[in-house]
């Protein structure tokens, strides 16, 4: 297992994640919805995104 990489990858998914929630937080505003997120519920969605990115990058064998 190379540590280095999965260090990487898992530094570009904690970057991307909240950019991907905010973006999609943005759309909905756009769209007329509004949303109240508290620090907790950021938290989770911030690491469950994380993961899903995290799962979309990383090569099958």
Do not use: Q
């Amino acid at each position: 297992m190379d540590y280095k990489k999965s260090i990487l990858y898992l530094a570009i998914c904690l970057l991307l994640s909240p950019v991907v929630v905010y973006l999609v937080l943005l759309a909905a505003k756009a769209a007329g919805s509004t949303y109240e997120m508290t620090h907790g519920e950021t938290f989770i969605i911030w690491l469950l995104m994380a993961i899903v990115i995290n799962l979309s990058i990383t090569k099958k064998t």
